[in-house]
């Protein structure tokens, strides 16, 4: 009978995109694919280190799977991903004061060494552990089919690693070094999700501003992509503001099935902030961006990111994030108290904004930014929007769910519409992130 492997994915779509590329490796190996956890002989954690919280929930959850295998002691627990290239053999802790094994993995894995996963699975049921967390200037997966299940919307990673070393981030210590895959086989595999039906596909990088294959920067990818089935949306996460071309804005406006939608992270709304971080841009040179964003590609949905608290921020700092968030008017954002992280610039500097302080401007930004939202979307009741179907209302079954070109949620009755499908919608009432209406 084959083995079965349970995988639980934690943090970005970078990851979710790589948990797709482990269970491809898996699989080719005669591995079966399991949901159910009960049932694993392999269970698999791909983990994230971007802020504390993140990693404490995956240790809580390693708890859980270490009772798991104290129950059933030949399951292997293994930790892939960011929080293993970051921790390495602390997974392996032996306690000395308790000469207790407190080790609560088989196998750690980093992100470059997936390949290795089925030698060390091997291994370990032998009752070897392994750890294997190289960082490759060269692995890119390139030659590796994702395993996809949900045949509508995929991911395709463009490039690996980042270095802008924001002195905030793990990420280029956990990711290493940016490397972009060739443009040829990027568009091979856009072309095959083509013949397979998919309907929308996000290119994913951390830095995706900085895609470089031979000379071809990413708004060549992107239009190479776009070109390939007119019926697919392209979507594609994250730009940094510092590499945002004019070439790029102009590739987004013209090409008609790229989404019109930018996810462009600033951060902070105070250059002295924007400096320490190392962002490389100022507050004027975002304004200018969102600008000539706006200029090209009137009808865009722009969101963005942004640390309250990072340290030595000023009640002014802050309210200077408050006014850009004003100033700019983003659609969404995602928003986050600063956790400071060992190793990085930032780690340096003493975390001094009290933890009170720190949430009490986090949720400034959040009130301001979500009535910002609300506001923004009220102006779509009684336009017509093109939604592209992704799935069946969470809330209820006669209703559909899916995302306008802009990247906005949109829920509405279902009337013959099939997972997949093109609709017209009228937007009929709104909320701060969701749209709802009737088709046309
Ligand atoms: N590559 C992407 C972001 C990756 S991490 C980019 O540059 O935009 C996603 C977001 O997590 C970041 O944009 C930042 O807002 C947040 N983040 C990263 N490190 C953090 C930290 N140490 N504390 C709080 N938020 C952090
Ligand atoms: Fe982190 Fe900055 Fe790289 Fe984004 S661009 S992954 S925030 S170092
Ligand atoms: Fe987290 Fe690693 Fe992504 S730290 S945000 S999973 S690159």
């Known amino acids: 009978m084959k083995k079965k492997v349970y995988i639980e994915t934690y943090g970005c779509q970078m990851n979710v995109a790589d948990t797709e590329l482990i269970l491809s490796i898996l699989k080719s190996d005669g591995y079966d694919i399991t949901d159910d956890i009960e049932s694993a002989d392999v269970i698999l954690v791909n983990t994230c280190s971007v802020r504390e919280n993140a990693e404490e929930r995956i240790i809580g959850r390693l708890g859980d799977f270490k009772n798991k295998k104290s129950k059933k002691p030949e399951i292997i627990v293994g930790v892939l991903g960011c929080m293993a290239e970051r921790l390495r053999d602390k997974f392996f802790s032996y306690d000395h004061s308790t000469s207790k094994n407190t080790s609560i993995a088989d196998i750690v894995v980093g992100p470059d060494e997936y390949r290795k996963l089925p030698a060390l699975i091997n291994k370990a049921w032998h009752g070897e552990k392994g750890v294997a967390v190289q960082l490759s200037r060269v692995e890119n997966y390139d030659d590796i089919t994702p395993l996809r299940t949900n045949g509508i919307s995929a991911w395709i990673t463009v490039m690996r690693g980042c270095d802008k070393f924001c002195t905030f981030c793990i990420v280029p210590f956990t990711r290493g070094r940016e490397k972009s895959r060739p443009i040829e086989s990027i568009v091979r595999e856009v072309k095959e999700l083509s013949e397979n039906g998919y309907k929308e596909i996000t290119l994913l990088g951390q830095n995706v501003n900085s895609y470089n294959d031979r000379g071809k920067d990413f708004a060549d990818l992107l239009k190479c ?180 070109n802009t990247n906005k949620k949109v829920v509405f009755p279902k009337n013959g519409y099939m997972i997949g499908d ?14 709802f209406g009737i088709t046309i």
Request: proline fraction near 3%; aromatic fraction near 6%; charged fraction near 25%.
């Open 225 to 404: 992509v776009a070109q390939v089935d007119r019926n697919i949306r392209i979507l594609f996460t994250t730009s940094h503001p510092q590499d945002m071309s004019i070439k790029l804005i102009e590739t987004i406006a013209l090409e008609s099935n790229i989404a019109k939608y930018i996810h462009l992270p600033v951060q902070s709304g105070s250059n002295r902030i924007l400096k320490l971080m190392n962002r490389n841009h100022s507050v004027e040179h975002y304004y200018q961006l969102i600008k000539n964003i706006r200029y090209l590609i009137p009808d865009v949905a722009i969101t963005t990111d942004i640390i309250a608290g990072f340290p030595t921020e000023t009640e002014e700092d802050h309210q200077q994030t408050l006014e850009l968030i004003r100033n700019v008017r983003f659609d969404g954002a995602f928003m986050f108290a600063y956790s400071p992280r060992e190793n990085t610039k930032a780690y340096e500097i003493t975390d001094d904004v009290p933890q009170s302080v720190k949430m009490r401007r986090l949720n400034e930004i959040i009130e301001l930014q979500n009535q910002i939202a609300f506001e923004n979307n009220l102006k779509l009741i009684g336009k017509e929007v093109e939604v592209l179907i992704e799935s069946t209302s969470k809330r209820s079954i006669d209703k559909m769910k899916g995302r306008t």
């Open 422 to 435: 093109y609709a017209k919608v009228k937007i009929t009432s709104v909320n701060s992130v969701t749209l």
